[in-house]
């Protein structure tokens, strides 16, 4: 996995933030936004997001169900990649969030607003969404772009499951990244087959500069927070492993391997929530070590 080829663009997002005291541009949007075919996963579940963040819709007869709206200026692209599908965005029912940075939860409040969705999301999450801007306790705050604020958000509790028409998505506290991260879990079957997805939240300890995960006032459970995510990714079942950042699970190399394979589905991988957590665990145990070695 590849989850530090990411965030070096966070860190020069984050420097040249601190420069101009301000908040930051977005050098690596336009890489993130670049296009991208949407296509199935697998049964009723899509991928409709760009290429270098991720979107999915589950689908039914009686409404969808939309995880993450990536950029404000990603908008478009997801609308057009669920109407390429054949599918409607008024008939999303409901729209959930894995955290609320600008580049998974910008486009949160335009595709409510063309949908009229229900939105949910984490108690500290849905309290961002609200009021919009970024986070106190956001171990990035100051260096990352405000989102807009979404109309009618409202909470839910750690391990509920939403029904959206016909369709059932599990909600599983994630936090670290940020407090009120979240990762989803639901089910998709064709014919006898069914697949446990995993639409899993990030797990990089990025911030901004002087922000300590082992000694936060803002946010003092961070490092027990990450044990709780990793935790959960070791534990659940995971056939299918979908990250807000594609790359951070090699989601490409994989989608391209079961374009060329036969029979095999190279998406399907019970061992890759499993890994995820040792990367992440890894990344932490860096940055433990980092912070230790600051006055």
Known sequence: MRCRAIYPLLAI??????????APPCPSCAEWNQPQKPFRIFS??????????????????????????????????IVSNIRTLGFRV???????????????AGGIAEL???????????????AVLSKG?????????????????????????DGEQLR?????????????????GTSWTWQ??????????????????VSAPGFKFTASREYPTALA???????????????ILITTHPGASDWWERVDAREKAAKTDTLVDPAACRRLAKDGREQLRQRIADESHQH
């Open 133 to 157: 801007g970024v986070g106190k306790s956001d171990p990035q705050t100051g260096v990352i772009a405000p989102i807009a604020a979404v109309d009618n958000v409202h909470e839910l509790k």
């Open 188 to 205: 998709s079957c064709e014919a006898n087959v069914c697949r446990n997805f995993v639409y899993a939240d990030s797990v990089t300890p």
């Open 225 to 239: 927070d990450f044990e709780k995510t990793f935790t959960f990714l070791v534990s659940t079942p995971c056939d």
């Open 112 to 126: 409510q607003r063309l949908s009229g969705a229900r939105v949910m999301a984490s108690p500290w999450s849905a």
């Open 13 to 22: 997002l984050i420097s040249v933030a601190t420069a101009q005291n301000a």
């Open 164 to 180: 959206a028409g016909d369709l059932a998505i599990t909600a599983h506290f994630t936090p670290g990244h940020t407090p009120g």
């Open 90 to 104: 008024e008939d999303i029912k409901l729209i959930v969030n894995s955290h609320v940075h600008f580049d998974h």
């Open 44 to 77: 009723n579940s899509y991928y409709v997001g760009t290429h270098g963040l991720s979107s999915v819709l589950i689908t039914s007869k009686s409404g969808h169900i939309l995880i993450d709206g990536d950029l404000p200026q990603s908008v478009p692209q």
